[in-house]
């Protein structure tokens, strides 16, 4: 079993900032990626960012502002740690934000999801 553990989300106005961390914890050893998702009232949960051991990639409307990065990997507890620095908000921003872990293959891929944090961007 895997546990994700969000934290960092709240209210801020336009133009600032939040920074969201998830702590994974549990059986962990073979992660693939990790990642955050969004999802707004009445839409679907979209992909905003992930981290794999090959680089980054990120949603087009979130490249530039959004930053994601994992903890220190000589650090055991920091490695499996990914966090999500978010600049320059804006209200279209808002949403329901959750942490993924992704294991698995291509034939056979699972996912693990946290239990989501709110970000509300005020204008």
């Known amino acids: 079993q895997v546990r994700l553990v969000e934290s960092g989300g709240g209210l801020v106005q336009a133009g600032g900032s939040l920074r969201l961390s998830c702590a994974a914890s549990?059986?962990?050893?073979?992660?693939?990626?990790m990642g955050w998702y969004r999802q707004a009232p009445g839409k679907q949960r979209d992909l905003v960012a992930v981290?794999?051991?090959?680089?980054?990639?990120?949603?087009?409307?979130v490249k530039g502002r959004f930053t994601i990065s994992r903890g220190n990997a000589k650090n055991t507890a920091a490695k499996n740690t990914v966090f999500l620095q978010m600049n320059s908000l804006k209200p279209e921003d808002t949403a329901v934000y959750y942490c993924?872990?992704?294991?698995?293959?291509?034939?056979?891929?699972?996912?693990?999801w946290g239990q989501g944090t709110q970000v509300t961007v005020s204008s």
């Open positions: 981290i794999t051991s090959a680089g980054t990639n990120y949603a087009d409307s």
């Open positions: 549990g059986s962990i050893s073979s992660i693939n990626a």
């Open positions: 993924n872990a992704h294991f698995g293959t291509v034939a056979a891929p699972y996912d693990y």
